[in-house]
C-alpha cells in the first residue's frame, strides 16, 4: 500500500481562489440554461471568443471552456442557448493550456476556473486539459475538427512563407500548425499539408486513418479559396518521386526529397497509451498535520461503495487519466484544491505533464467517471421513482423496424415466430436438431441457429450459434468454422452473435418462447433402442426470468444447497414434477416456471413444502434466503473506433451518431446486452479477420473487469437490425448512399486544379495498388535498413530488409518495382539484395 504527501505547490504558476469576486465576464452566464463558452486568458483576466473564434486554439496561449446541458446530452460549438429548468444540468468547465504557453497565462486559466466553478455551487466537472492530450468529452464539442495554430507572426514582412500543418486524430483530427517546414516532423501515421504560395500539397501518410484524409481534403480546400491558390496536389507516402517532375521541383523547394526521413509511427505519441491493461487504484486523501497525505484504499476494479461522501478519493487511472472526487460533506475549500492536488500527486507518480485531470463531485459525476466502476447505483432525489423496465407481450418486425429505440432498449426484433433451423454441433459434424427438440440444449454442445423473418419490404436472416460452458475447443473451433460456412452458402447475412451459456439475449430466448431448458453434459441423439429422443428423467432445474424474452431454465445440482428465495426451481423425479416458488419470486416469475413443468406439477411455497421434497433432494439443508436487488444503473451505450494497426488500441466517440460509422472502419458498440461488432463494407480484410480478437481484447482492458463471455454480434454495413439502429438518434438508411470514399474526392479535388487533369502521382499510386502487404509495413530510411541486424528496430524483418523501403527507395536501389522483383526468381532476390546491402 503507497502513502505519500503531497507538495503544497501549483505548476499551473498562480495560486488563488474566488474570494467571492466574480469576472464580470462569468456573470453573462445563466444557470439554468444549455450553454457553450470560451473565453481566452488576456493579462490578469480572461476574454470572450466569439462563435466564429470556437474551435481555433493558438499554442501560445490558455482557455476556458464552459458547457452546460442537460445531463446525458451534446454540447459544443453547434449548441443553442435555451432553458432547461427543472431538470437535470451537468455542468463541464476546461482549462486548455496550449504547449508554448507561459505560467501565468495558465495560473489563471487554473484559478479562474475555481472561480467560475464557485459561483456555480462547485457542481461543475473540471477537466485540465492539454495540446493534443485532449480528453474525449473536449473533442466531443468540435464533432468537425479544431484547429491549433501559431501567432500571425509576419518575418520579414513576407506573408507568403510556406507553412506546414499535421492533420492528427483518430475521430475528431486536428489541424496542428507546425514549428517548421521540414521532413523531421513527419510520420508515417499523420496527413500533412504544406501551404505554399502556388500550391496546397496534401502528404498523405500510408498508415492515416481515413478521417485525418478525409478532413485533409476539407483543410485543403478551404485554404486554397481563402489564399486564392490554384492547386491542391496530393503526395503518397513514399511515391514522392512519381509525381509530375514540375511538381516535384515545386515541391522539393519546401522540402528536399534527398532529405527525406519519415518515420514510422512510435504508437506513444503525446502520451497515447494505446489502452494497455492497468491497474485501476483508489486513494484517499486526507489532511494530516498541514499536509496532504495520499493512502491507497484498494486495486481495481472498483465499486461505488468504495467512494464515502465525507472524504476526497483520487482514482487513478496511470498515463490515461487522473480522477480526483471531492465528497458532497467535503468542505470547499477542499473542493477548490482538488484539482491542485490532484496534478500533485501527478508529479509524486512521475507520470508524464500531459496527463489529463479531471475533479468530478460526488452526485454530479459524468458518465465517463462512472463507468470506470464495475457497479454504478444513482441515487435518486426523494420523490422521484426509478424507470420501470418496459414489459411487452407481443409485437412484429415491422413495428420493431418502424420503431429501432423500443427494439434497442429490449433488444428485441421480432416475437420469435419466424422460421428457425438448428443444428448440433457432434464430433466433427453438424447435425440438425428435430423441431420437438428446439429449446432442449445441453451444457456440453454447440449449436447453429438460423432464423428467419419477414419485415415490410424483405425476408431476413439471422446466424446465432450458442457454445455449451462445457463444450470442447475443437468443437468450439468447429462451430465458428461452420458459422462461417453457413454465412458464405447463404451469401453474407450479415449477423452473426456469438453466445456463451447464460449470457443468452433478449431475441434468441423469443426463439424459445422462453421455454429454453439447459441440461447438463452432452446431448443424447437417441435411446438404446434407436427410436426414441429422451431428455434426462430426474433433475433441478433454476428457472429464470418472468417473460418470454427473458426466461430459461439451467439445470443444476439435485441438492438442496442449490435453492434460492429470489427464483423458482422445477424438480423432476419420473414423471412427477415440483415447482419450487422462493419467497421473494415474483408471480410473473412463477407462471413461467410453470411452462417447464410437465402436466403433472406440485406447486410449493418456499416455508411450506412438504418433507418428501427435501428428502428427494438429499434432505434438508441451507441455501441462499437473502433477498437480491439489483438496482444498479444500466452502462449507456458507448461508440469505439478500432485502430488498426498492430498496436492494440480503441478511441471512444462520445455522443456518437450514424456518421461516425465510416464505411472503412471496424467499430465496437458496447452496450449493457451485447457487444457489437460493426463491420464497413470498405474495412480492410485484415481488420474483419482480428475483429474477434479487437472486442476480446477490449473487454480484457476495461478497468471495470468487464464479462469475457459478453455475447458478441458481428453486424454488417447495410445488414443493421433495429436492435443496433436505436442506439443511433436520427437513422439514415440512405446515409451511405452518397458517401463518397477518400479516393473520390481527391479525385474531384485534383480535376478542379487549373490543369483540369490529375496529377500524374494519384496515377501512378492507384498503378502500385497490387503491391499485396508492401505498403503495410513500416518504412524505414535506407541507411538504417543497412545497420547490422542486431542494430536493427524490432518491428524490422531482418530477413526480408526490402519491404521496409518506401516506394521510392525501393525503385532507387533495384530499378524495378516490388511488383517486377517479387516475380523474380529466390537466388536472383537474394543476390540483387546482396548488391545493395540489404542481405
Request: charged residues 25%.
Amino acid at each position: 500500500m503507497q502513502v505519500f504527501d503531497l507538495l503544497n505547490e501549483h505548476d499551473d504558476g498562480i495560486t488563488g481562489d474566488s474570494q467571492g469576486n466574480i469576472d464580470v465576464a462569468f456573470k453573462k452566464i445563466n444557470k439554468n440554461f444549455a450553454d457553450f463558452l470560451i473565453w481566452r486568458v488576456e493579462n490578469m483576466n480572461v476574454l470572450a471568443l466569439t462563435k466564429d473564434q470556437y474551435g481555433t486554439f493558438y499554442d501560445t496561449e490558455s482557455y476556458i471552456i464552459y458547457a452546460a446541458s442537460q445531463y446525458g446530452q451534446s454540447s459544443g460549438i453547434d449548441s443553442v442557448t435555451r432553458d432547461i429548468k427543472g431538470k437535470e444540468i451537468e455542468y463541464h468547465i476546461h482549462f486548455w493550456l496550449g504547449q508554448n504557453t507561459t505560467p501565468e497565462k495558465s495560473g489563471v486559466a487554473a484559478y479562474k476556473t475555481v472561480e467560475l466553478d464557485s459561483m456555480l455551487n462547485c457542481s461543475t466537472t473540471q477537466h485540465r486539459e492539454t495540446q493534443e492530450n485532449e480528453s474525449d468529452r473536449f473533442l466531443s464539442y468540435f464533432k468537425t475538427g479544431y484547429r491549433i495554430l501559431k501567432p500571425a507572426i509576419i518575418q520579414n514582412g513576407n506573408k507568403q512563407l510556406p507553412k506546414l500543418y499535421r492533420v492528427k486524430g483518430k475521430c475528431t483530427p486536428a489541424l496542428i500548425e507546425m514549428n517548421s517546414v521540414s521532413w523531421e516532423n513527419f510520420r508515417s501515421s499523420d496527413v500533412f499539408i504544406i501551404k505554399a504560395p502556388q500550391t496546397v500539397f496534401v502528404w498523405v501518410g500510408r498508415a492515416a486513418n481515413v478521417e485525418e484524409k478525409r478532413h485533409a481534403t476539407i483543410i485543403s480546400q478551404e485554404m486554397k479559396d481563402q489564399y486564392k491558390i490554384p492547386n491542391v496536389v496530393f503526395v503518397d507516402d513514399g511515391y514522392e518521386k512519381t509525381i509530375d517532375s514540375d511538381i516535384q521541383k515545386q515541391f522539393s523547394k519546401y522540402l528536399p526529397l534527398e532529405k527525406r526521413v519519415v518515420l514510422p509511427d512510435n504508437g506513444n505519441e503525446n502520451g497515447e497509451s494505446g489502452n494497455p491493461k492497468y491497474n485501476l487504484r483508489l486513494y484517499k486523501c486526507s489532511e494530516n498535520n498541514g499536509k496532504y497525505r495520499v493512502a491507497e484504499v484498494r486495486s481495481g476494479p472498483l465499486n461505488c461503495t468504495d467512494l464515502n461522501s465525507d472524504d476526497v478519493y483520487i482514482v487513478d487511472q496511470e498515463i490515461n487519466g487522473i480522477w480526483v472526487w471531492v465528497g458532497k460533506r467535503v468542505n470547499e475549500k477542499e473542493k477548490n484544491e482538488a484539482l491542485r492536488n490532484a496534478r500533485g500527486f501527478v508529479k509524486k507518480k512521475k507520470y508524464p505533464g500531459n496527463t489529463k485531470v479531471t475533479r468530478v463531485v460526488d452526485g454530479l459525476e459524468p458518465i465517463e467517471f462512472k463507468v470506470l466502476f464495475k457497479l454504478w447505483k444513482t441515487e435518486l432525489p426523494k420523490g422521484k421513482v426509478a424507470k420501470t423496465p418496459l414489459l411487452i407481450s407481443k409485437f412484429d418486425p415491422i413495428i420493431m423496424e418502424d420503431r429501432p429505440s423500443l427494439a434497442a432498449e429490449t433488444q428485441l426484433i421480432d416475437d420469435g415466430s419466424g422460421g428457425m433451423t438448428l443444428w448440433r454441433i457432434k464430433n466433427t459434424r453438424i447435425v440438425e436438431v428435430p423441431k420437438e427438440r428446439h429449446g432442449c440444449f445441453f451444457s456440453g454442445d454447440c449449436y447453429i441457429t438460423l432464423y428467419s423473418y419477414h419485415t415490410s419490404s424483405e425476408e431476413k436472416h439471422l446466424l446465432y450459434c450458442w457454445i455449451g460452458s462445457y463444450a470442447s475447443q475443437e468443437e468450439i473451433n468447429i462451430t465458428t468454422s461452420k458459422l462461417t460456412e453457413i454465412d458464405d452458402e447463404l451469401g453474407q447475412l450479415g449477423f452473426q452473435c456469438r453466445i456463451i451459456q447464460g449470457r443468452e439475449t433478449a431475441h434468441f430466448l423469443q426463439l424459445f418462447k422462453g421455454k429454453l431448458t439447459i441440461f447438463k453434459g452432452k446431448g443424447v441423439d437417441f435411446d438404446d433402442s434407436g427410436m426414441n429422443l429422451k431428455n434426462p428423467n430426474q433433475y433441478l432445474l433454476q428457472v429464470f426470468g418472468s417473460t418470454t424474452y427473458s426466461a430459461k431454465a439451467e439445470q443444476v445440482d439435485s441438492a438442496v444447497s442449490s435453492l434460492n428465495s429470489n427464483s423458482c426451481f422445477v424438480f423432476r423425479r419420473g414423471k412427477k414434477y415440483y415447482v419450487w416458488c422462493g419467497n421473494y419470486s415474483t408471480g410473473d416469475q412463477r407462471e413461467m416456471a410453470k411452462g417447464f413443468a410437465g402436466k403433472d406439477f406440485e406447486l410449493l411455497l418456499e416455508g411450506k413444502e412438504k418433507s418428501d421434497f427435501f428428502t428427494f433432494l438429499g434432505g434438508p439443508g441451507s441455501y441462499q434466503s437473502q433477498m437480491v436487488r439489483n438496482d444498479f444503473d444500466i452502462r449507456p451505450p458507448r461508440l469505439f473506433f478500432c485502430n488498426s494497426s498492430k498496436k492494440f488500441s480503441v478511441t471512444e466517440i462520445l455522443f456518437f451518431q450514424q456518421k461516425d460509422l465510416l464505411p472503412e472502419n471496424v467499430m465496437l458498440l458496447d452496450t449493457s446486452y451485447a457487444l457489437y461488432i460493426w463491420i464497413g463494407k470498405l474495412s480492410t480484410r485484415e481488420d474483419q479477420r482480428l475483429s474477434i480478437q479487437t472486442a476480446l481484447q477490449y473487454l480484457q482492458n476495461d478497468p471495470s473487469d468487464r464479462d469475457m463471455n459478453m455475447t458478441i454480434i458481428h453486424i454488417k454495413q447495410g445488414k443493421e437490425t433495429p436492435t443496433f439502429i436505436g442506439f443511433f438518434p436520427a437513422w439514415d438508411r440512405k446515409l451511405w448512399k452518397y458517401y463518397r470514399t477518400f479516393s473520390k474526392i481527391r479525385q474531384e479535388i485534383e480535376l478542379k486544379n487549373t490543369d483540369q487533369k490529375p496529377q500524374n502521382g494519384h496515377q501512378s499510386r492507384n498503378n502500385t495498388s497490387d503491391n499485396g502487404d508492401f505498403d503495410h509495413y513500416e518504412k524505414y530510411p535506407i541507411n538504417i535498413l543497412k545497420e547490422p541486424n542486431d542494430r536493427l528496430p524490432a518491428s524490422i524483418d531482418s530477413l526480408n530488409k526490402e519491404l521496409h523501403l518506401t516506394h521510392d527507395d525501393f525503385v532507387s536501389l533495384f530499378n524495378m518495382t516490388y511488383v517486377e522483383f517479387e516475380k523474380l526468381p529466390r537466388w536472383k532476390k537474394q543476390e540483387m539484395k546482396k548488391k545493395v546491402g540489404l542481405f
